[in-house]
C-alpha cells in the first residue's frame, strides 16, 4: 500500500520521482489523510486540497533551505509526511508524536507555531527582510488560503 511514499524520508526524496509516481503519491497521502483524520479528528478540507500543491512545492523548492510558510497550519499535514513525520499518520501508536499544527520543535522544515489566520504573508515578509538583511538568496512560499484573505494581517503583508 504506501509504495511510494515508504521511499519518501525528505522533501529531496520527491526529485527522484516520475511525474506518474507523484501522482500515485498524492493518492497514497490522500488514503492516510482520510483514514487518520476520521479517526482521530483534525482537518479535512484544508489537509485534502492542499496534497498535490504540497507535493508540488516540495517538488520545486528547497526546503528547508527556502522556507514555506503555512497559514493557520491546518493545512500542513501533507507537509508533515514529506519532512519527516509521516509515521505519525500511518502508525496510530505515533499520532500523538506530532502537533496539528506547524512546530519548530518538530522539524526543520517548520518556521512558525500558528493557529491564527492571515499570519503567512506578514510572517514571510519577516522572513524575506531577514534573508536581505543578510545577503542570502533562498525563496520564501507564502501558503495562504482563499478565507485568510479576509483577516488584515494578510493585506498588512501583501502592502510590504
Given amino acids: ?7 519518501i524520508n525528505e522533501p529531496k526524496d520527491l526529485k ?4 506518474e509516481e507523484l501522482v500515485t ?7 492516510i489523510l482520510i483514514k487518520k ?7 479535512f478540507g484544508p ?18 533551505v527556502d522556507k514555506i510558510v503555512y497559514d ?10 514529506l519532512t519527516g513525520r509521516k509515521n505519525a499518520f500511518i502508525d496510530s501508536n ?10 519548530p520543535n518538530e522539524s526543520e ?3 512558525f507555531t500558528v493557529g491564527h489566520t492571515s499570519t503567512s504573508v506578514s510572517l514571510a515578509c519577516g522572513l524575506a527582510k531577514a534573508r536581505d538583511l543578510k545577503g542570502h538568496h533562498e525563496n520564501i512560499i507564502a501558503v495562504i488560503g482563499d478565507g485568510s484573505l479576509s483577516g488584515g494581517e494578510a493585506y498588512e503583508g501583501l502592502n510590504n
Avoid at 500500500?1 to 521511499?7: E, G, K, P
Avoid at 493557520?72 to 509526511?81: A, N
Wanted: charged share 10%.
Fill in 37 to 43: 483524520v476520521s479517526t482521530t479528528g483534525g482537518h
Fill in 109 to 111: 522544515h517548520d518556521f
Fill in 94 to 103: 505515533q499520532y500523538h508524536t506530532v502537533s496539528g499544527y506547524t512546530a
Fill in 16 to 19: 527522484e520521482l516520475t511525474h
Fill in 47 to 64: 489537509n485534502l486540497g492542499m496534497v498535490e500543491v504540497t507535493i508540488a512545492l516540495h517538488y520545486v523548492f528547497n526546503s528547508p
Fill in 25 to 31: 503519491l498524492s493518492h497514497e497521502i490522500r488514503e
Fill in 72 to 81: 493557520v497550519s491546518h493545512q500542513s499535514y501533507t507537509h508533515k509526511i
Fill in 1 to 7: 500500500m504506501n509504495a511510494i511514499l515508504n521511499r
